[in-house]
């Protein structure tokens, strides 16, 4: 007798490195043999969400509620949730969020469009929402890096990783080489200045600085950025780096990370997608988020940053403390020690 597939749509409408740290959960559901895998995302995440195994199906909705998306909460983001469900026709609904997300939301349009089973982790009641829910801080625990968490609310849902799969995050690469990775020597350091919010950035200056210093210490250093990080990787790459600014979509960017021998780079999406294809990171991780949550996951990291600094915690997208101290305390010097550390240890 052949076993009737079940459809189930794994929701995390967040960025990039949040969609990457979902990898993993969406393994473990996609490892049952009798599952098919609809991932529901938002426009931050739509690239990254491509780029992960065993997603058979993927669509996109943008909600406010969760990045900055310039749309009303309407009938016409009902309807956009009402499209994907009535196309999915999902057996059940399992919601992805951070400690600071509410899950209630997307379920209640998730509910309203006729999902017979959602499941998620509130902290809040959620009778008539969530016919599973999990208590993060009581059914699990909360300071775990995010990956942990997104397999812990897939696990309770009954769910598992495969037997070899080590839970390490994961993005399978393009077929296609782009040309611009072409000329790239055979041995190079990736160095990402860019990050999505201005409070996690170390300063341009400072890469600058790196650069020249891994230069100078008989290193080849490519830097990478996107499209609208142009002027900034042009200046930290200056004379003496490669410069990949907004000449690679997100597949090539995860390829010339691939063949870095390390990368070094703030708290973003790029540092899950350097976790992704295997690399060492220097992580120069800004205090306003817990890295015990969200430092890159499952590969050498040199955690650098000010873990005391006035911001900790805040989750500020603009530091709120004069001078940034938490990142420009980090001398360029102390970047590059922690390159050649990394090094010393492949």
Known sequence: MTTAT???????????????????????????????????????????????PGVDELRIVGVP?????????????VAEVDAVVEECRPDEAIILTAAHQSPLPIALL?????????????????????????IPGETFPEDIPEPERNLAIVRLAGYALPEGDDGALRVDLPDTRPAALD?????????????????????????????????EAGHRVVVTGGEHERALTAAVAGERGIDLGGRLDLGGTAQALAGASAVIVGNTGPAHLAAAVGRPIVSLFSAVVPPE?????????????????????????????PGHPCLTSVAPTEVVAAAERLLARA
């Not at 979902?22 to 098919?36: F, I, W």
């Not at 998730?110 to 999990?134: F, H, K, N, Q, T």
Request: with cysteine; hydrophobic share 45%.
């Open 6 to 52: 079940r459809r189930i749509l794994v929701v995390r409408l967040d960025s990039m490195g949040d969609v990457i740290m979902a990898g993993p959960a969406v393994r473990a559901v996609a490892a049952r043999e009798d599952t098919e895998v609809w991932f529901l995302g938002g426009p931050r995440g739509k690239s990254a969400a491509r780029l992960l």
């Open 65 to 77: 509620w969760i990045t900055a998306v310039d749309r009303p909460v309407d009938a016409a983001l």
């Open 110 to 134: 998730l509910r309203l469009a006729g999902v017979p089973r959602i499941l998620g982790a509130s902290v809040e009641a959620s009778a008539g929402l969530l016919d599973g829910r999990w």
């Open 183 to 215: 000329d790239l020597p055979d041995e190079y350091l990736v160095v990402h200045p860019g990050a999505q919010y201005p409070a996690r950035e170390y300063p341009a200056h400072h890469f600058t600085e790196v650069v020249r210093l891994l230069v």
């Open 293 to 321: 949550r969200w430092a890159p996951y499952g590969v050498p990291v040199e955690l650098l940053g000010r873990r005391d600094a006035a911001c900790r915690g805040s989750r500020a997208t603009l530091c709120p403390v």
